[in-house]
């Protein structure tokens, strides 16, 4: 429980509120219609996409810009944070995500509001094909943050806020058609609780945590493995204070999946 007692846990999760926040009210604002007429699939991709890599930019250094609880599983299947700083940055997302709803809700007109850009299937989509959608989308996007994110790779190239920002991109240009792309579910959550809609709600919390979580064994035990022992990935999960290479505590607290993420 030492990072309870850690200022950079506390600051990691307000990051994590305050970004998810951003994060619902730029993207669900981008997605609202405003005038009659079919909705533009590219402004609301791009919108989504340039509001996540403007605080990977902003916040990554000092979370590591998850905003996501997609992607907060990932990291923690892959052994790469505790799983009390997982359940609160999943909290910390969830009412950030709500608060940002609360937000655009409250300054929309009520005529343009509609149902606050709620992800829904598309008629001709199955739950079942929805929710695989949903799994690939959100896999092909764990897998792009992995990749961006490793410590590991030498000469890293390009922009690491930006590759997660087209990633995401990528995934509402194809997935809006079939979702509405929710490839995060406090992104889903927020609308469904203001407007009070969870029909078929459940896809857009299992598909993006299978994807996320087969992102995760798949880049960190397949493609490019992470050599840890039972016992190391245990001491993380569990939350064990790390030390310095004499065996000494760290001052400063640093968690170690933050290391592992630095931009």
């Known amino acids: ?136 989308l959100t896999l092909q996007f764990v897998l792009c943050i992995f990749a961006t994110y490793d410590e590991r790779r030498n000469g890293r190239l390009g922009s690491v806020a930006l590759a997660v920002g087209f990633s995401l991109t990528l995934g509402h240009l194809f997935g809006m058609h079939y979702t509405g792309a929710g490839m995060n579910p406090a992104r889903s959550f927020a609308p469904a609780i203001l407007t009070r809609n969870f029909t078929n709600h459940w896809v857009y919390w299992v598909g993006p945590i299978i994807g996320g979580g087969l992102g995760s064994l798949l880049y960190d035990f397949l493609l490019f493995p992470r050599l840890k022992s039972v016992s190391e990935r245990l001491s993380i999960l569990k939350g064990v204070r790390p030390s310095d290479p004499n065996g000494q505590p760290e001052v400063a607290g640093e968690p170690v999946e933050l290391k592992t993420q630095a931009l």
């Open 1 to 136: 429980m030492w990072e309870l007692r850690s200022t950079s846990f506390w600051r990691a999760i307000f990051a994590e509120f305050f970004a998810t926040l951003f994060y619902v009210f730029f993207g669900l604002g981008a997605s609202l219609r405003w005038a009659p007429g079919p909705l533009h699939v590219l402004q609301v991709a791009l919108a989504f996409g340039l509001a996540l890599a403007t605080l990977v930019q902003a916040v990554g250094h000092i979370s590591g810009a998850h905003v996501n609880p997609a992607v907060t599983f990932a990291f923690l299947v892959g052994s790469q944070m505790s799983l009390l700083r997982a359940f609160c940055y999943m909290l910390a997302q969830l009412l950030g995500a709500v608060a940002g709803a609360a937000v655009l809700y409250s300054v929309t007109p009520s005529a343009v509001r509609g149902n606050l850009a709620l992800n829904t299937l598309h008629p001709g989509v199955s739950v079942g094909q929805a929710t695989m959608v949903e799994i690939f």
